[in-house]
Protein backbone atom coordinates (compact mmCIF):
# COMPACT_ATOMS: atom_id res chain seq x y z
CA UNK A 1 0.00 0.00 0.00
CA UNK A 2 1.32 3.81 -0.65
CA UNK A 3 0.24 6.70 1.13
CA UNK A 4 0.39 10.11 -1.29
CA UNK A 5 -0.12 13.34 0.52
CA UNK A 6 -0.13 16.01 -1.41
CA UNK A 7 0.37 19.96 -0.24
CA UNK A 8 0.74 23.58 -2.06
CA UNK A 9 -2.67 24.38 -4.05
CA UNK A 10 -4.65 27.34 -3.97
CA UNK A 11 -5.87 30.40 -5.65
CA UNK A 12 -3.93 32.29 -8.10
CA UNK A 13 -4.26 34.76 -10.50
CA UNK A 14 -3.58 34.23 -14.23
CA UNK A 15 0.17 34.46 -14.87
CA UNK A 16 1.16 33.26 -11.65
CA UNK A 17 3.04 30.22 -9.83
CA UNK A 18 2.26 27.78 -7.69
CA UNK A 19 4.46 24.73 -6.40
CA UNK A 20 2.71 21.07 -5.39
CA UNK A 21 4.46 18.99 -3.56
CA UNK A 22 3.68 15.20 -2.79
CA UNK A 23 5.39 12.96 -0.20
CA UNK A 24 5.28 9.31 -0.80
CA UNK A 25 5.25 6.57 2.09
CA UNK A 26 8.24 4.98 0.12
CA UNK A 27 10.02 4.62 -2.50
CA UNK A 28 8.78 4.78 -5.74
CA UNK A 29 10.19 4.65 -9.24
CA UNK A 30 6.94 6.24 -11.22
CA UNK A 31 5.76 9.07 -9.95
CA UNK A 32 3.39 12.24 -10.99
CA UNK A 33 0.77 14.20 -11.21
CA UNK A 34 -2.76 14.33 -12.48
CA UNK A 35 -5.50 16.79 -12.47
CA UNK A 36 -9.32 17.14 -12.90
CA UNK A 37 -10.76 20.14 -14.24
CA UNK A 38 -14.82 20.94 -13.20
CA UNK A 39 -16.54 18.89 -15.27
CA UNK A 40 -13.99 16.86 -17.30
CA UNK A 41 -12.36 13.85 -17.26
CA UNK A 42 -9.13 12.88 -15.09
CA UNK A 43 -5.75 14.00 -17.73
CA UNK A 44 -2.43 13.53 -17.44
CA UNK A 45 -0.37 16.52 -16.30
CA UNK A 46 2.99 15.02 -16.08
CA UNK A 47 5.24 11.59 -14.98
CA UNK A 48 8.77 11.49 -13.77
CA UNK A 49 10.57 8.26 -13.23
CA UNK A 50 13.48 7.90 -10.58
CA UNK A 51 16.20 7.79 -13.04
CA UNK A 52 15.53 11.29 -14.28
CA UNK A 53 12.95 10.67 -17.00
CA UNK A 54 9.54 12.78 -17.69
CA UNK A 55 6.45 13.04 -19.61
CA UNK A 56 4.44 16.31 -19.90
CA UNK A 57 0.89 16.53 -20.99
CA UNK A 58 1.20 19.19 -23.99
CA UNK A 59 -0.86 21.33 -22.52
CA UNK A 60 1.48 22.41 -19.80
CA UNK A 61 4.83 22.13 -21.99
CA UNK A 62 7.15 25.15 -21.29
CA UNK A 63 4.98 26.14 -18.26
CA UNK A 64 5.10 23.11 -15.69
CA UNK A 65 7.96 21.12 -14.30
CA UNK A 66 8.34 18.02 -12.69
CA UNK A 67 10.77 17.06 -10.29
CA UNK A 68 11.99 14.89 -7.66
CA UNK A 69 13.62 14.13 -4.93
CA UNK A 70 14.33 10.59 -4.19
CA UNK A 71 15.81 10.89 -0.65
CA UNK A 72 12.10 12.57 0.63
CA UNK A 73 10.35 10.57 -1.76
CA UNK A 74 9.07 13.64 -3.02
CA UNK A 75 7.87 14.89 -6.32
CA UNK A 76 6.90 18.39 -6.86
CA UNK A 77 5.48 20.23 -10.11
CA UNK A 78 6.67 24.04 -10.60
CA UNK A 79 3.66 25.64 -12.37
CA UNK A 80 4.15 28.99 -14.26
CA UNK A 81 2.48 31.34 -16.44
CA UNK A 82 -0.86 29.59 -14.84
CA UNK A 83 -4.10 29.97 -16.76
CA UNK A 84 -7.63 29.72 -16.16
CA UNK A 85 -7.82 26.90 -17.52
CA UNK A 86 -5.41 24.93 -15.12
CA UNK A 87 -7.70 25.05 -12.49
CA UNK A 88 -8.47 22.07 -11.39
CA UNK A 89 -7.84 19.58 -8.39
CA UNK A 90 -4.57 18.32 -8.93
CA UNK A 91 -3.59 14.28 -7.52
CA UNK A 92 0.00 12.77 -7.01
CA UNK A 93 -0.41 9.85 -8.66
CA UNK A 94 2.14 6.47 -8.08
CA UNK A 95 2.72 3.59 -9.98
CA UNK A 96 4.04 0.52 -7.36
CA UNK A 97 4.09 -3.36 -7.88
CA UNK A 98 1.83 -3.27 -11.03
CA UNK A 99 -0.94 -0.86 -9.07
CA UNK A 100 -1.78 3.08 -9.69
CA UNK A 101 -2.34 5.15 -6.77
CA UNK A 102 -3.52 8.32 -6.46
CA UNK A 103 -3.60 11.10 -3.37
CA UNK A 104 -6.61 12.59 -1.90
CA UNK A 105 -6.19 15.76 -4.70
CA UNK A 106 -5.50 19.62 -4.10
CA UNK A 107 -7.29 22.55 -5.77
CA UNK A 108 -5.71 24.85 -7.70
CA UNK A 109 -7.87 27.61 -8.44
CA UNK A 110 -6.45 29.98 -11.40
CA UNK A 111 -8.63 33.24 -11.82
CA UNK A 112 -8.70 35.78 -15.07
Known amino acids: QVQLVESGGGLVQAGGSLRLSCVAS?????MGWYRQPPGNQRELVAL???????NYADSVKGRFTISRDNAKNTVYLQMNSLKPEDTAVYACYAHFRGRDYWGQGTQVTVSS
Open 48 to 54: STSGGGT
Open 26 to 30: GSIVV
